[in-house]
């Protein structure tokens, strides 16, 4: 499947997205956002389409956004209809609040034509009310999406993608191998309402990061309290973690402990803040002592291997030269730039 142009599932790298955060019916503020996430790396970013002012808006933020675009639409399958004539690349839908076959068949029928996805947005907090109370959430969750991707298939649709979120990690996890096997459509990953970075990002590397090791999942989106794009930036790390993809420096630094004798934690941090805006996919070792320093460090791209005064700077695996401890941070990062 493609989304505006990015392919999605089968052998596909796993797709970054994001969601912008300003009022949609805001042009100006929206394609901002959407281009500041462009640049980051986000490849599909979705938008709210909470009124009709929003979804008219999206045809000026069309035109002018690089990336595909996926209208969110909640209760007013209007909204759904109108994000398409405005040219979207993508819908998402919510079971639990639009689920009138009816009006499922009208977006399908406006969707055709012009090739543009589904995506099947299940939330453990939105979702049918005639779910079986008596199963698991993660099976009423599975549930209420393979009772749409039906519907869908029967309006003989297929242009379909899935995703299950909650803020509860074994939730998402189970409900996703539940659902696995039993549907042939792509799956978007993500752990909804996971709270500012430095939990949300956890929990979502955790979600996210269980079930793309298990080999489930085609895009992802770390939803996060915070710029989205922060969201981006966690989604490649990632993913990087992983394997799966590479995006800009990777930074190995070591913990420090009671043999370091440098300020390893405050050297880290610079490097950290210089590295932030390369492009290159390079790696780079930031190491206290000489204990496990110079391996890792030679093991990098440029690493850097601290002693006492002293540094040695290494690059594709050799001692390149030793550094006075004023010039640790320039000395390393003048490696990084030669690269
Ligand atoms: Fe400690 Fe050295 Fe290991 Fe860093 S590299 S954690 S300073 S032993």
Do not use: W
């Amino acid at each position: 499947m493609t989304i505006g142009g990015v392919t999605v599932g089968g052998n596909a790298p796993v797709v970054v997205q994001s969601m912008t955060k300003t009022d949609t019916r805001d042009v100006a503020a929206t394609v901002r956002q959407i281009r500041e996430l462009e640049e980051c790396g986000c490849e599909i970013v979705r938008l709210a389409v909470p009124d009709l002012e929003a979804a008219e808006a999206l045809s000026s933020i069309k035109r002018e956004s690089g990336i595909p675009l996926i209208a969110d639409v909640h209760f007013d399958y209007r909204l759904a209809l109108e994000a398409l004539k405005a040219g979207v690349d993508g819908l998402r839908l919510n079971p639990g609040n639009i689920s009138n076959p009816e009006q499922i068949s009208a977006i399908v029928e406006a969707a055709r034509p012009r090739s543009v996805p589904i995506r099947i947005g299940v939330n453990a907090g939105s979702m049918p009310k005639k779910a079986d109370p008596a199963a698991s959430v993660p099976e009423r969750m599975a549930e209420a999406a393979l009772e749409q991707i039906h519907l869908l298939e029967r309006l003989d649709f297929d242009l379909i993608k899935v995703s299950l979120k909650a803020f509860d990690v074994p939730t998402t996890v189970e409900a996703h191998r539940l659902i696995a096997g039993r549907m042939p459509y792509p799956l978007h990953l993500g752990i909804t309402e996971a709270g500012p970075p430095g939990t949300g990002v956890i929990r979502n590397a955790l979600g996210i990061g269980i079930l793309l090791y298990l080999g489930i999942g085609d895009t992802i989106r770390v939803s996060l309290t915070a710029d989205p794009r922060e969201e981006v930036v966690a989604g490649y790390e990632i993913l990087k973690g992983l394997n799966l993809r590479q995006r800009g420096p990777t930074l190995v630094s070591c913990p420090t402990c009671g043999r370091c004798e440098v300020d390893l934690i405050g050297l880290a941090k610079q490097v950290e803040q210089r590295l932030a805006g390369l492009d290159k996919v390079i790696k780079v070792a930031v190491m206290g002592c000489v204990v496990n320093g110079p391996g890792e460090a030679r093991d990098a791209d440029v690493g850097i291997a601290c002693g006492k005064g002293r540094a040695a700077i290494f690059k594709k695996g050799e001692v390149v030269r030793t550094v006075e401890d004023v010039d640790f941070l320039e000395g390393l990062m003048g490696e990084v730039d030669s690269l």
